[in-house]
């Protein structure tokens, strides 16, 4: 699995292909 990650207090992680059949999101760090 690849993806991004940013932020400084929190972050959040995206995965999944632009045409492909499933996308998601994980945000971590959240209050």
């Not at 932020?7 to 994980?26: K, R, W």
Request: contains cysteine; glycine residues 20%; aromatic residues 10%.
């Amino acid at each position: 699995m690849s993806g991004n990650t940013f932020g400084t207090l929190f972050c959040v992680t995206n995965f999944g292909e632009s045409h492909g059949p499933a996308i998601g999101c994980v945000i971590d760090g959240c209050p």
